[in-house]
């Protein structure tokens, strides 16, 4: 049994910083992949950002690229994805997303709202 705990969303300006986070607990003898993935109302769940279980290799959506990062803790089975310079077009859902063994995992989802 994994199960992964999300954190950090909620109402920010535009322009202001929020910070993302996702634990996974759990039944875990190591992660390979953990990705964060969005979706505004009316549209399909976008990807956002992976990153592999070194954290030497990240990848982003043109549109956060500048913006977000994604780090990892290993030690602490978590991944981040700080969001600055934020706009009202990244308001949504979003979702951590973790590749353990051979199986994918999906967070409860965080609501992040930028006001303009």
């Known amino acids: 049994q994994v199960q992964l705990v999300q954190s950090g969303g909620g109402l920010v300006q535009t322009g202001g910083s929020l910070r993302l986070s996702c634990v996974a607990s759990g039944s875990i003898f190591s992660i390979n992949r953990m990705n964060w993935y969005r979706q505004a109302p009316g549209k399909q769940r976008e990807f956002v950002a992976t990153?592999?279980?070194?954290?030497?290799?990240?990848n982003y959506t043109d549109s956060v690229k500048g913006r977000f990062t994604i780090s990892r803790d290993n030690a602490k089975n978590t991944i981040y994805l700080q969001m600055n310079s934020l706009k009202p077009e990244d308001t949504a859902v979003y979702y951590c997303?973790?590749?353990?063994?051979?199986?994918?995992?999906w967070g409860q989802g965080t609501q992040v709202t930028v006001s303009s």
């Open positions: 990153i592999i279980s070194s954290g030497d290799s990240t």
């Open positions: 997303y973790a590749k353990i063994q051979y199986s994918g995992y």
